[in-house]
């Protein structure tokens, strides 16, 4: 998935958020959450949505004050809790156009999570696993909200990484906007 993120902000010029990037920084930077947060991305749970929605809203602030218009956040929202403090918080402020998901089989998904080399903490089988659980019971619910909503574009992930991007941009030619 960074992979594809990585790629779209690269070629499109998007400015792009990782929440998961937002709350390791937390933690490495020992911010006034970064305790509590390392406490549940070692569980594989999924952090308070009043954290994570507060460290996007604070990055979403800077990266306009240096004159980004179009994001592309990464890994959220997670849960129905995110999209609805998401609404509180930040709606008024950003006009989300639609949810980018890549859908891949469970087994790909941990075999690329656990082959990858990013050295995170919690890349264990158990975690990733757990992860995993935590994706069906919580993620899943939001990504039905959202395919009800018609904002939901779907690209299947099980395959080689350049078709998969291939049909990535199909999606954002779809949505007008590619460069």
Known sequence: ???????????????????????????????????????????????????????????????????????????????????????????????????LFYRCEDSICISRVLNRQDGRADDTEEIVTRRIQTYHSSTVPVVEEFRKAGLLKEVDADGPVEEVFRETEKVLKEKKLEK
């Open 1 to 99: 998935k960074q992979w594809y993120q990585r790629r779209v902000r690269d070629k499109y010029g998007f400015c792009h958020l990782s929440a998961g990037d937002l709350l390791r920084s937390e933690v490495r930077d020992k911010g006034p959450d970064g305790e509590l947060i390392a406490g549940i991305i070692n569980q594989g749970k999924i952090v308070p949505s009043s954290v994570t929605v507060g460290l996007l809203h604070r990055a979403i602030n800077e990266k306009c004050d240096q004159g980004c218009s179009t994001f592309l956040i990464d890994g959220f929202p997670r849960t129905e809790e995110n999209w609805n403090s998401w609404k509180e918080i930040v709606a008024n402020k950003a006009n989300v156009r639609f949810m």
